[in-house]
């Protein structure tokens, strides 16, 4: 079991860094939960398959191979020796999944780090919505940009046109002339 860890030293962006979107959800990764929470892995998943009726589909799911070769993928270093790597793929846990894990390993420890795990969603979640209202706006700014420089191009020319005086005209010279305009 890994050395018991106090849980006013996890912050709170160590926790937002191990979130990641998988389909489309904000998930957790059952090694990074049970390291959090203080357990192995192996543990974790016990708890959960006795419990396998807390946790449906929107709680929790198994990656494929090719979410879990993409995932990693973004790692730049894996762990050498026998036994380092997992024979089965990882399970991974949305935020509801996370705070279902918490009561099923049932330890005052995991209790703790649920809030933190929690905090780390809501967290990510008003980042994402925050991104989205600031990049709805600037696409608003865009378009209103795109008619106001049509406009403001317009305007220049016509304030162009009106400081070019127009060409004189060549004129006919006064009195008789026996020559014609040809």
């Given at each position: ?87 089965y793929l990882p399970y991974v846990f949305t935020e509801h ?53 049509h406009a403001i191009t317009e305007l220049i020319e016509a ?24």
């Amino acid at each position: 079991m890994p050395k018991e860890k106090k849980a006013s030293i996890v912050s709170l962006e160590h926790v937002v860094s191990r979130i990641f979107l998988i389909r489309g959800q904000k998930v957790m990764l059952d090694a990074d939960l049970a390291d959090l929470y203080g357990v192995t892995t192996k543990r974790l998943n016990e708890q959960v398959k006795r419990n396998i009726d807390r946790f449906p589909s929107d709680f929790m799911f198994q990656m494929n191979v090719k979410e879990h070769d993409s995932l990693r993928s973004q790692f730049a270093t894996l762990k050498h020796g026998r036994g380092q790597h997992r024979k089965y793929l990882p399970y991974v846990f949305t935020e509801h999944g996370a705070i279902m894990a918490a009561s099923v390993l049932d330890s005052e420890r995991a209790v703790q780090i649920s809030i933190y795990v929690v905090r780390a969603f809501v967290q990510l979640r008003e980042m994402l919505s925050s991104n989205k209202a600031l990049a709805r706006k600037l696409n608003e700014l865009e378009r209103k940009l795109t008619t106001h420089d049509h406009a403001i191009t317009e305007l220049i020319e016509a304030i162009h046109q009106i400081m070019t005086p127009p060409e004189p005209k060549k004129k006919r010279p006064i009195g008789f002339a026996p020559w014609s305009d040809k």
